[in-house]
């Protein structure tokens, strides 16, 4: 069993969506899960062994302004998290072509850089193509929470 923290980064609550749909899929599993939209501390970080990042895009390729105070900290303080496993769930759309997903791609490289390693692939959610991501997150899940 972990302890994994969902990180929402979101502006219009899709996000948050796909995070209140994932809880009790992991919490089934057997994990202990916590949710959170505010701007998570590393020592949040820290308390649990997983992390899973869902992420929208917004502006040309931005953070969601929620989780951009822990990015920014991640950069800036660059906390040893090589213990930490974490997966990253980006939502997009391709009509924003070359800034797809951007958030998503973000948040993943800032838990790189602090050591994290990342279980599975990223998965990027198109919006144009895909009106339901917390149907596409709930598939995607369901290899994810059997790696962490
Ligand atoms: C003003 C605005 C700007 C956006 N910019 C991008 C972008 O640059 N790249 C991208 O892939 N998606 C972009 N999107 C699409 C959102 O990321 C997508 O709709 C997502 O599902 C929103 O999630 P949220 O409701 O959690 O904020 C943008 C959406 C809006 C409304």
């Known amino acids: 069993m972990a302890t994994i923290l969902i990180l929402v980064g979101t502006e219009s609550g899709n996000a948050q969506m796909v995070a209140d749909a994932l809880q009790p899929v992991l919490a089934g599993a057997g994990h202990a899960v916590d949710v959170t939209d505010k701007a998570a501390t590393a020592a949040d970080l820290q308390a649990h062994d997983v992390l899973l990042a869902v992420?929208?895009?917004?502006?040309?390729g931005d953070i969601p302004t929620n989780i951009l105070p822990l990015v920014e900290a991640l950069h800036r303080d660059k906390p040893d998290l090589s213990g930490h496993r974490y997966g990253v769930i980006a939502l997009g759309d391709m009509t924003y072509q070359d800034t797809f997903c951007g958030g998503g791609k973000?948040?993943?490289q800032a838990l790189e850089l602090c050591g994290a390693k990342r279980v599975g692939d990223r998965l990027e959610i198109d919006a144009s193509e895909q009106p339901l991501p917390d149907e596409e997150a709930l598939s995607w899940i369901e290899g994810w929470k059997t790696q962490v």
């Open 106 to 108: 973000k948040v993943d």
């Open 55 to 60: 992420c929208a895009t917004h502006g040309s």
